[in-house]
């Protein structure tokens, strides 16, 4: 008798439970199978500040449904009567955790609709903040996939790398969280002296620490364990959920919109992203382990590249009162979660007529967590939406 | 993209186009032909991926314009097919049945700007707001500032003066 | 004065040693693997400040009488296994109520306390007690079979169930050690010591980010504080308990310190630098790699 | 200040309950049908009381406790929330202060607003907040609470915090830094310490104030006027 | 699970034995950067109030609170930052127009009243005051809006030194766009206006190219676009708040713009005047200069009925017999005349006052008078050979330009005088010696040194282009003459015009000398005015202040209750003071006329 097949067969519970006629399973809390338990917007284990609502029968997970809107402040309401240069600091808030690209997409927009061209060093450092909002964003997140399952000492090491990269944040932009340092235009200033020197330094930190998180993390029987084989998202999911950056690289389909679409000098650029098909959260994680390792050596390569010294912001009209004529686009980047994209429509006022951020965690937090959630482990909640970068602002905005 | 465009055009009747980029593009099309469209972008030209859908409120010609943003995953273009719907009562095809992510747009939608879409899933669950009884606050008949000054408490004991008044009424008070 | 009021006087110093000094263990670790982190961590005192703090609270829930019993029991739990414990050998104050059977009721107080917390946390109605409780019972059960094993082991190995004794047997310098002379008990039960503290892999009780934070989670204040308190005592308690029985036992109290700090650190070790498992894994895990290395263990000495 | 505030006439709006929490009739698995009122069953009725203080010397020792050891609600309300991290990991480690996080309301009493609430937010935040034991604190972070920082005019977010919940330090910036955030609890122990961090029992003593500011903005109150 | 898997997570304890990473004293230990965005600061001396960082805050963070008393180019306001609203993007500090408004980084402000976060920076006093670091604007080409003014096309000096066309081309759509585009609409440059015109709204309509609506904003304030347009002394261009890191904006020529674009015939319609009022109430305005033509307009919208003497052939006074042709083209100037002239307005032209009429007369048949008589007499140096009737008084030869009479200029000509008028008589005079001589050989003379010349700077570097040479710093000493004829001028260096207690007391080095040639002496030092229609009875009842200047009230209205002056008689020569006085005038005119009425009743 093979014990394993006995085990197998009690912890398989893909049917369960019954699915009715309409599609949808057949839950009857009153019959005390179920519990319902709320996990969050209180909740450790839960990316920011949202909830979900879960249907479990023991440690399994039956039925999910998220809970998004704890963070909505209206953003886009807002920025309809908000001067384009007044969006700025409100739209870098949609993201607390990486807030850049949010800078880069509307300064992108703004200059599309009314024709700016952007200078060469402007370019440069553009493309600098944002790889650099991406490493401080994966040094967080990498070994957070780890804290998730309780293994927080990565998170630990990985953190103090993200706060010295704040640091180098701050030399350059003047901010520590929220860098307005993107405008349209250009961008707020040069490199301060040293700041190369500097950066360097810290990139052998996160060279180390790269490597430690390897050792620590990606060789741990207990996290392999844990994450192997967990939340497969399959290929025919890409485009029917809307599965974005590493998410999708984890399962074999090449999206990255810095090779797709190459905006500001990606094109300049040599990299490659890691591409695997196991497509589980341990494979989402390693992905995003070698977008850690790319970005530092994207950030070795723009320092390399880009020149000493040239404008920095290109002439525009008076910002107190900039119209742009009628008109709408879509602009997109990659941000560390994958396509992050904003759609604009002008009407030729000095106030935008609607703004629209399409962000990944918009549909991999609803539709893609809920699906994948179901007959999880409640133990692993934190770990699949993790797997995921959920950002909650940027699905509410 | 010229290519699709002209496809496209030979099919549906498209009443303007707006060529943003070499690889983004906007099409309007009536509102009964914009589902079949999105269909048909999805099936034959490989534009498979979902990227967006959303509302602008021109209240002045008293219609929302809906955008159904979709992505070509193989030759990185992107069509935006817009089409206006009534601003009264309005409704709209539900496209759920195409991506699994679209009914979460269509929640939004539904709640923030009070389009409905009959026969999407969970349509008329709270989605991001709670409890919310006033109008869908994207609308643009919805003053955000105005509703926020009446309910919520603004710290009181601000007070400004208008550079060219003040000048004016310390001046020349007689003018 | 009658023996057994002295007795019992000794006992409380006793216990009052223990509770102090683990307390001092237990922000020492939280010291220890925040410098792993590269962090100072909390102060050496912060434990004494915690606790004079949830001392003074005052509750201002009832969930009714057995959630507030919950933690009496628990306390009962490290209590109980301290008094029966001889935790320093050849002591007459310190051996505290120990006698021949001891092992046998140490191995019920193991599993007393997670009862008493099951009762009182279900009673707390917060859907992560359950789970916590649910689990804790599950895994807990799991655990005590090495154990068992190991400890079958040694009562086969020493032909007694009286710690004293097997303590006794040990008292012959380093290498009559139980480590030494039955090793793969020793192994059984050290996995399964890694269970019962409570430590990364199998944290799975408390588990902040899961279930936050398990079965005391409605419990606050003074309830807090006592189940604070009966930690400090059982963290103690057990590492004493195994001292005793795999590592030779104490003759003082320094050694007693020493080893019970080697003993902790042990899951330590093993806990800052694994993730948890889940709880079906756990449950395989303790199963499989101690249960069999215990019943190798007794198949041994039979 | 206070009496100033409490004159604002307050627009009395139609309370809306999920109906979940509705009272009804439901059968029983035995088959016995029973009546529920799911807000009166699952929660506590109870007015809450002032936490009395203690005079002398003891209070004083209890107060250097308390202020030494400071336990964290771990609830990020805001974007402030992106600030903890830093501060629980070895570059600022507050835990050497004796600050220290804690995953659930019952074992908290510091509760960091950190940044704007969102009207769903409030409703979670003053459950939490009302699941403390006393003696509690709250530390205000950053400017939206203060007077609603950058969405003063948003229709989803509070402007001033203080009308809903009682607030002990306010620290500005938006973000305020990590360094900025140890001066709060800095601050906050010295005015534990010095007997000054009274807001808890303000809370009780106003709470009709409180609970109409609240009850105000949040329409679908589907919890009892007091859940602890 | 292989062996590997589970002894290499063990390596971590290695970083057991490292020191702790943590910042030890997180006050002190870790500054913010030098860039960092903390608390604000202000110098308050730079600041002028404008205002901007109010308009670009998204929060509306920013209040402007009273400091100081204004005076002119600064509001006397200052900012005051709600910490309960800002969100430290430092926009404000990057759109300051003085560069005052800096930022310190200092980041820590703890504090348990929550009133305590409004503050004004600079006057409250901080800890950060004196904090070096911290945001400043970036340095290098990163502006809000643009610093450099849309150049105005000049006809080159060629093309312009022996003809009167105009010879400044005005500005294109384009252009006027771009340059109201950089106005922030502080609103700064209102109150230094004599005639408080609206600017920043009618630079607002050119930028939405809303002419009628700039047309309605100018006439508010200002009946007399065209003119003002061309030679207004813009005052309001000196203290733009544009112009504290940059060049000032545009004003005038965009009002100039504005004016340009209207057809005369589109007026009535755009400024609704088609059908005025008319009640039976009469004024009698005598001139028909600037504040005569503005207290005509305004009246005349008030219902009155209105008639002009003017004792020339044509309308428009100094504006018309003052400045020559090149600054302000006749038909531009008849433009707007001929507008307030359509509105019902009576001009009874070849009329001075004093001679078959006299004020008296108008008294009676009036219910009030205004009197813009204006500064048209020359004054003399008085040197030796100035009675020479060879030396003339620039007015003069300005008039008599302007109507046509033929003046024989000679073939070297010396002006005394630096201000306005003697650039305007010198680059004439070269012009009609271009045109009889083919070159240019006129040298003009001032008091004053190269910087103080009171002349605007862009004549004097006309004038220049234009070949007339410019000596400034000189004291005319004697007129050489001979054979009755002047040929030449002698002066003397002039050191400095003021003694400490700013009184008019010139310091000469009679040591250096010099002698300029010239068969022509022009004096251009200052105009005076005719008061000869004043008889003596009136004389009795108004007040006289210094250097003859009539005191009136400030609705200028003299002791005679009826009579009202104004205009350069009043305020010194200036066009938009007059127009000004001319519409204040009306104000007082018309409040004296229903307070009479009212009494009557």
Redesign the interface.
């Known amino acids: 008798m093979d014990i394993r097949k006995i ?1 197998q067969q009690y ?1 398989d519970r893909t049917s369960y439970p019954e699915i009715g006629e309409d599609g949808k399973p057949i839950i009857d809390l ?3 199978k179920y ?3 709320w996990q969050g ?5 839960v990316t ?2 949202m909830s979900l609502e879960l249907t ?1 029968c ?2 399994e997970i039956v039925e999910s449904k998220t809970h ?7 953003f ?3 920025m ?4 384009f ?6 739209c870098i ?1 949609m993201c ?2 990486e807030p850049d690209p949010n800078e880069y997409l509307l300064a992108r927009c703004v200059e ?1 609709l009314s024709g700016i061209e952007v200078p060469e060093m402007a370019q440069w450092l553009r493309t600098l903040v944002l790889e650099m909002a991406r490493l401080q964003v994966l040094l ?1 997140g990498v070994p957070g996939q ?8 990565g ?3 990985g ?2 790398i ?2 010295l990269i ?2 180098r944040f ?9 860098h ?1 340092y993107i405008l349209p235009g ?1 961008v ?3 490199l ?1 002296d040293g700041f190369k020197k500097r950066m360097e330094e810290n990139l052998k930190l996160a060279d180390e620490f790269v490597k ?1 998180i390897d ?2 993390m990606y ?8 994450a192997k084989g967990l939340a497969v998202i399959p290929k025919e999911y ?5 599965v974005y950056g590493p998410s999708a690289r984890a399962a074999g ?1 090449m ?1 990255d919109v810095r090779k ?2 190459p905006y500001l000098k990606y094109a300049e650029l040599d990299f490659e992203p890691y591409t695997t098909t196991e497509s589980d959260v341990y494979a989402r994680s390693r992905v995003r382990w070698y977008d850690l390792q790319t970005t530092i050596d994207l950030i070795r390569q723009i320092m390399a590249k880009m020149p000493e010294k040239g ?3 290109a ?7 900039w119209k742009i004529p009628k ?4 602009v997109k980047c990659e941000s560390s979660r994958g ?1 992050y ?1 904003m ?1 604009m ?1 002008t009407d030729g006022s000095d106030m935008p ?2 703004v ?1 951020l ?1 962000g990944p965690s ?2 991999h937090a ?3 967590l809920e ?1 994948l959630l179901i007959n999880a ?6 770990g699949i939406m993790v797997s995921l970068a959920t950002c909650p ?1 940027e699905i ?1 905005r | 993209m010229q290519k699709i465009i002209q496809d496209i055009e030979s099919r549906y009747s498209v009443s303007e186009k ?1 060529i ?2 070499n ?2 593009c ?1 099409l309007t099309i009536p509102k009964n032909q914009a589902i079949s469209l999105v269909t048909y972008l999805r099936d034959y030209q490989g534009y ?5 859908l ?4 021109w209240i002045e010609e008293g219609h929302f ?1 809906l ?1 159904y ?1 979709l992505n070509n ?1 193989t030759n ?1 273009t ?1 069509i ?1 097919v817009r089409t206006m719907i009534e601003r009264d009562h309005a409704t709209m095809e539900s496209a759920h049945h195409l ?3 679209m ?2 747009y269509q929640r939004e939608l539904k709640e923030m700007f009070g389009i409905d879409f009959p026969g999407s899933p969970r349509v008329d669950e ?5 409890g919310w009884t006033d109008i869908p ?2 609308r ?1 008949d ?1 003053d ?2 105005k509703y926020a000054e009446e309910t919520y408490f603004p710290r009181p004991g601000r007070e400004t003066n208008d550079p060219a008044e003040y000048m004016k009424s310390k001046l020349f008070p007689n003018d | 004065m009658d023996y057994s009021i002295t007795k019992f006087l000794w006992t409380l110093l006793g216990l009052f040693i223990v509770l102090n000094w683990g307390m001092l263990m237990s922000s020492t670790m939280r010291r220890i693997g925040a410098r ?4 100072f961590g909390i102060p050496w005192y912060q434990p004494w400040i915690d606790l004079t703090k949830l001392y003074s609270l005052k509750s201002q829930v009832s969930h009714g009488a057995m959630f507030f019993l919950g933690p009496v029991f628990r306390l009962m739990g490290g209590v109980g296994i301290f008094l029966f414990l001889p935790i320093i050998y050849g002591s007459d104050h310190w051996s505290n109520y120990s006698f021949s059977g001891d092992l046998i009721l140490i191995l019920y107080f193991q599993f007393f306390g997670m009862l008493g917390m099951a009762l009182g946390a279900g009673e707390g109605g917060h ?1 992560h007690s ?2 916590g409780i ?2 804790g019972l599950s895994q807990f059960t799991t655990i005590e079979v090495p154990m068992t094993l190991a400890v079958i082991s040694l009562a086969i190995q020493y032909q007694t169930l009286s710690i004293s004794d097997i303590v006794a047997a040990q008292q012959g310098g380093f290498t009559t050690w139980t480590l030494w002379t039955n090793p793969l008990a020793t192994a059984a039960g050290m996995l399964s010591l890694l269970g019962a503290f409570g430590h ?2 199998f ?2 009780v408390k ?6 934070i398990g079965p005391p989670t409605e419990y606050h204040g003074v309830f807090l504080g006592v189940l604070r308190t009966n930690g400090a005592i059982l963290h103690v308690a057990e590492a004493a308990l195994f001292m005793n029985l795999f590592f030779g036992g104490a003759t003082n109290w320094v050694e007693l310190i020493v080893k019970t700090f080697l003993i902790y650190f042990w899951s330590v070790f093993v806990g ?10 756990s449950v ?1 895990w303790f199963l499989k790699v101690p249960t069999i290395i215990g019943i190798i263990a007794i198949i041994i000495f039979l | 200040m206070e009496k100033e505030n409490k004159n604002i006439p307050l627009v009395k709006t139609k309370t809306f309950i999920n109906p979940e929490n509705e009272k009804r009739s ?2 029983a ?1 035995d088959g016995s049908i029973i009546e529920i009122d799911p807000i009166k069953d699952y929660f506590c009725q109870d007015r809450p009381k002032e936490y009395k203080v203690r005079s002398g010397a003891v209070e004083k020792f209890l107060n250097w406790a308390r202020a030494e050891s400071l336990w964290v ?7 402030g ?3 903890i ?2 501060l629980v ?4 480690d507050m835990y050497r202060y004796g600050v220290q ?1 804690r ?1 659930t ?1 019952r074992q908290s009493n510091v509760f960091i607003i950190s940044g ?1 609430l ?1 009207v ?2 409030l409703k ?1 935040a003053i459950r ?1 907040y009302e699941q403390m034991p006393s003696p509690k604190y709250i530390i205000a972070l950053g400017s939206c609470t203060i007077n609603g920082g ?2 003063w ?5 509070i402007n001033r915090l203080d009308h809903y919940m009682p607030v002990d330090v306010y620290i500005a910036g ?2 305020p ?1 990590p360094e900025a955030l140890l001066a709060g609890f800095a601050k906050l122990k010295e005015l534990i310490k010095a007997g000054k961090a009274e807001k808890a029992n303000e809370y009780v003593r106003n709470l009709d104030w409180y609970k109409a500011n609240q009850k105000k903005i949040i329409k679908d109150w589907n919890m009892p006027d007091y859940n602890w | ?2 062996l ?3 002894l ?2 063990f ?2 304890w290695k ?1 057991v034995a490292r020191t702790p ?1 943590t910042v030890r004293d997180p006050f002190n230990d870790r500054p ?6 903390g608390f604000h600061k202000n110098d308050v001396d730079t600041c002028i109030g404008c205002g ?1 960082c109010e ?5 509306e963070a920013i209040d402007l609170v009273p400091f100081k008393d204004p005076v002119s180019g600064d509001s006397g306001l200052r900012p005051r930052i709600d910490y309960g609203r800002c ?5 404000c500090v ?2 300051c127009t003085t560069n005052s408004l800096t ?1 310190s980084n200092e980041y820590t402000w703890v504090a348990t009243d929550p009133e305590e976060y409004r503050y004004t920076p600079g006057v409250d006093k901080k800890s950060w005051d004196e904090n070096e670091k911290g ?1 400043k604007k ?9 610093l450099n003014r849309v150049a105005m096309h000049h006809l080159h000096p060629e093309e312009r030194s022996d003809s009167f066309i105009e010879m400044v081309t005005g500005y294109s759509k384009e252009q006027a766009m771009t340059e109201a ?5 502080c609103g700064i440059c209102i109150a230094t206006c004599p005639a408080h015109m609206g600017i920043p709204e009618y630079i ?1 309509a050119v ?1 939405n190219d809303n002419m009628e609506e700039g047309m309605r904003v100018l006439y508010e304030t200002n009946p007399l676009p065209e003119i003002c347009g061309r030679i207004c002394t813009h005052k309001c261009e000196t203290v733009c708040s544009i112009g504290h890191k940059g060049d000032p904006l545009s004003i005038r020529w965009l009002k100039r713009y504005i004016a340009d674009q209207i057809p005369s015939d589109k007026y009535k319609e755009i400024l609704n005047t088609n059908n005025l009022e008319v009640n039976d109430k009469k004024v009698a305005i005598i001139g028909s200069g600037p504040s005569g033509l503005s207290a005509a307009h305004y009246l005349r919208l008030m219902g009155y009925q209105v008639t002009i003497f003017e004792q020339y052939a044509e309308a428009g006074g100094m504006m018309r017999y003052g400045i020559p042709e090149y600054r302000l083209p006749y038909d531009q100037l008849d433009k707007d005349i001929n507008y307030i002239l359509s509105l019902g307005v009576e001009i009874k032209y070849n009329t001075r006052i004093g001679d078959k009429i006299t004020l008296a007369d108008l008294g009676k048949k009036y219910d009030a008078v205004f009197a813009g008589t204006g500064l048209h007499l020359g004054r003399g140096t008085g040197i030796p050979g100035s009675d020479n009737e060879h030396v003339y008084y620039s007015t003069d030869l300005l008039r008599k330009i302007t109507a046509g009479e033929k003046i024989e200029v000679a073939d070297s000509v010396v002006v005394i005088g630096g201000g306005n008028v003697a650039m305007d008589i010198t680059r004439s005079l070269a012009r009609l010696q271009m045109k009889k001589y083919g070159r240019i050989n006129i040298i003009a003379t001032s008091l004053e040194n190269e910087e103080n010349m009171p002349a605007d700077r862009e004549e004097v570097v006309e004038a220049r282009e234009e070949g007339a040479i410019i000596h400034p710093g000189w004291a005319p000493q004697s007129i050489e003459i001979e054979n009755g004829v002047p040929i030449g001028l002698h002066v003397v260096k002039c050191n400095s015009l003021f003694d400490e207690t700013g009184r008019f007391n010139p310091q000469c080095s009679m040591d250096i000398k010099e002698y300029w040639p010239g068969k022509m002496v022009v004096q251009s030092i200052g105009q005076g005015m005719d008061m000869t229609y004043l008889s003596d009875e009136f004389k009795e009842n108004i007040t006289f202040g210094p250097r003859g200047r009539v005191q009136t009230n400030e609705y200028f209205q003299t002791g005679v209750g009826w009579f009202f002056m104004g205009g350069d008689i009043i305020e010194g020569p200036d066009v938009i003071h007059g127009i000004a006085n001319g519409h204040k005038a009306a104000v007082g005119i018309d409040r004296y006329i229903q307070d009479k009425l009212n009494s009557k009743q």
């Open positions: 085990f912890s009153s019959s005390h519990l319902k338990m917007p209180q909740h450790p284990g920011g500040n479990v023991g440690d998004v809107g704890y963070l909505h402040r209206g886009e309401k807002l309809e009567r908000r001067k240069i007044q969006c700025f600091p409100t808030r607390v955790a599309e967080r780890g804290g998730t399952f309780a293994l927080g000492l998170y630990q090491w953190n103090y993200r706060d704040l640091d701050e030399e350059l932009t003047g901010g520590r969280v929220y307005m250009g707020r200033g040069l301060p430690s050792d620590l060789s741990n029987s207990v996290f392999k364990q844990r890409i485009d029917k959920y809307g389909v999206r797709t679409n404008e920095i912001k002439p525009t009209p008076n910002v107190l009162h008109g709408e686009t879509y396509e994209g759609y429509v007529r609607r629209n399409k918009y549909t609803n539709m893609l699906k482990n409640i133990a692993d909640t934190a602002p509410e | 707006e943003r980029r690889n983004l906007f498979s991926a979902f990227t967006l959303t509302a602008v409120d314009q955008t943003l995953p990185y992107e935006g991506w699994e992510s009914q979460t709270d989605f991001i707001l709670e606050p994207y643009r919805f955000t500032k | 792993v982190s590269g962090r859907p359950a789970i649910s689990r990364s892999p944290n799975l588990a902040p980010n899961e279930i936050p800052t630098v694994f993730p948890r498992f889940r709880i079906e894994q395989r | 439901v059968t698995p609600l771990g609830f990020g309300t805001g974007c929330s992106i600030e991290p830093p990991t070895p570059r600022f996080m995953p309301p704007y969102s769903k937010t979670r939490s950058m969405y005019d948003s229709y989803n977010t938006c973000m830094r | 699970m292989s590997k898997d589970i290499t997570p390596t971590a970083r990473v913010g950067a030098d860039r960092y965005r901007t308009s670009i805050c998204e929060n969100c430290w993007c430092a926009l990057d759109v930022l945001w970036p340095e290098g080409n990163y502006e809000f809006y643009d585009d950089r106005c922030v609409e607002k930028r």
